[in-house]
């Protein structure tokens, strides 16, 4: 039961990745919203898991402890979404929001590879 809960989550983890993704929309705050929800999704999910630990320093430095490894880690990463997501639509620079929802996209679909 374990496995296919597993994979049907993986399943709508892929098609929402592929639909964080496209082009025609890729430098509005609002898809970066999509990709860090994803990466904040698979990141949970990796660490709940104990298939992955979390790599990025910023988000290491600003962990929580006492509240559990998997929170301490993801609630200052839903933080720094909120913030990036906030500077993002305030900078109102098509082109930096797209390179941050890009790589945004690129690190939930590298979680993605690390919880299969």
């Given amino acids: 039961m374990h496995r296919l809960l597993m994979k049907t989550l993986m399943l709508f983890l892929i098609l929402g990745l592929s639909g964080c993704?496209?082009?025609?929309?890729?430098?509005?705050?609002q898809n970066f919203a999509k990709c860090a929800t994803f990466d904040?999704?698979?990141?949970?999910i990796g660490l709940a898991?104990?298939?992955m630990h979390e790599i990025d320093p910023l988000a290491k430095a600003l962990t929580i402890h006492g509240i559990g490894r998997v929170a301490?880690?993801?609630?200052?990463?839903?933080?720094?979404s909120i913030a990036a997501y906030y500077a993002l639509k305030w900078l109102d620079?098509?082109?930096?929001?797209?390179t941050t929802a890009a790589l945004t996209c690129?690190?939930?679909?590298?979680?993605?590879?690390?919880?299969?």
């Fill in 72 to 80: 301490g880690i993801v609630v200052p990463v839903i933080g720094l």
């Fill in 40 to 44: 904040v999704a698979t990141t949970t």
């Fill in 21 to 29: 993704a496209t082009v025609d929309r890729l430098g509005t705050p």
């Fill in 93 to 98: 620079k098509p082109a930096v929001t797209a």
């Fill in 106 to 116: 690129a690190s939930a679909a590298r979680n993605l590879y690390l919880i299969r």
């Fill in 49 to 51: 898991t104990n298939r």
